[in-house]
């Protein structure tokens, strides 16, 4: 059986739009594909269990398991309190047994199991369980993921591969992610230039999307303690830019492209009419405004409200104000759902387009 284990440099990186595209990709050469988080901190209450809302997507756009097999794609949840717990009462060989037993499992009948860490490959240290001694544990080989750019990627991969190696792991070689189109063919040059002199292999360098990295209002309203006024039958849309309205209507509608979601006081019915009248030039009978936030917990008014009813788009009120709110929604980490079809189809595309797969599997 072939395993592979997805690490990074850091968090956000692109491990599971990595794993994700790797698995569907797969899925046309094994009839038989499994996968593993072993250590999630993001985790989803299902059917009473903690899962890692990575595994909940994988199973769910790859069906790569049944719905019992979930616990075992998730063994541990690293949930609040968990990593203070640990330390008063350290119990090493349980979380091992745990995740021995679930990779077990997994294995079952399967042709290929992908591994996905977590963080970046001292994650987990801090319950001797990080990602370095987790890929050892499963005795599989190490890709890790890093962010677009030369310096930086190169300084990181070295740091991160030197963990690995400390533990005997085998780092099969780097996948570069998120590199600006603009500069593709120059970063795409240099890091593979700049590895092969430290040994390590180039799997693949794929360009930055800036669709996979946008929100959806849906998202906002979930992660936040905002109050849904009107629109939540369009609380699917996606948000390409966020605007703040700090200035003069006039100025701010300078800056709003089509799906902006636009962040006011309560009292700015200026500014938000504004707005209301800016459409689509590929579409005129749809606004640009993907969203609404009103700040400062002010209600608007009955005839303000009736035109944001009228809008078809959703409005969310906020009791913070305006700096903090924008803070929030920048802070946002934006993770592929199940439901974000048009991500999965880029995330499977751009794996197939610029990722060595067969040199995977030959060092597998």
Not at 5 to 11: G, N
Not at 121 to 133: I, Q
Request: one cysteine or more; a positive charge; glycine letters at 8%.
């Amino acid at each position: 059986m072939k395993k592979i284990f997805i690490a990074a440099t850091k968090q956000n990186d692109g491990k599971t739009t990595v794993s994700l595209g790797l698995i569907c990709n797969f899925q046309q050469r094994f009839k038989k594909v499994g996968f593993i988080k072993p250590i999630g901190q993001r985790y989803l209450e299902e059917d009473g269990l903690k899962i890692d809302e990575d595994s909940i997507l994988i199973e769910e756009v790859c069906r790569i398991g049944i719905k019992s097999s979930l616990k075992d794609m998730s063994p541990i949840a690293v949930e609040k309190g968990f990593t203070e717990k640990y330390i008063s009462r350290p119990n090493k060989s349980l979380i091992t047994r745990q995740i021995n037993e679930s990779f077990r499992r997994i294995c079952r009948g399967q042709e290929l199991v992908v591994i996905e860490g977590t963080g970046h490959a001292g994650v987990g240290s801090v319950f001797d369980h990080s990602n370095a001694t987790v890929s050892k544990l499963l005795g599989s080989k190490v890709i890790i993921v890093s962010s677009g750019g030369v310096g930086r990627p190169i300084d990181e991969i070295v740091l991160n591969k030197a963990l690995f190696d400390k533990e005997g792991v085998k780092v099969l070689g780097v996948i570069i992610n998120k590199v600006l189109p603009e500069k593709f063919d120059k970063i795409n040059d240099m890091v593979r230039k700049g590895l092969q002199w430290k040994g390590i292999d180039v799997l693949g360098v794929i360009p930055f999307n800036p669709s996979l990295s946008y929100p959806t209002v849906k998202q906002i309203l979930e992660e936040t303690n905002f109050q849904l006024l009107c629109g939540g039958d369009f609380l699917e849309s996606y948000i390409s830019k966020v605007i703040v309205g700090a200035m003069r209507p006039s100025n701010a509608l300078r800056y709003m492209v089509d799906d902006s979601l636009l962040i006011t006081p309560g009292d700015s019915d200026e500014m938000v009419k504004a707005a209301l009248s800016c459409y689509r030039d590929s579409d005129k009978d749809r606004l640009k405004l993907s969203g609404l936030v009103i700040s400062g917990g002010m209600m608007p008014e009955k005839e303000m409200m009736s035109l944001l009813e009228e809008a078809k788009i959703p409005v969310l009120l906020a009791s913070l104000d305006t700096y903090t709110v924008s803070s929030l929604i920048h802070d946002l980490t934006v993770k592929i759902r199940p439901e974000n079809t048009a991500k999965i189809n880029m995330a499977v595309k751009l794996v197939k387009d610029y990722v060595d797969l067969n040199k995977i599997l030959k060092g597998m």
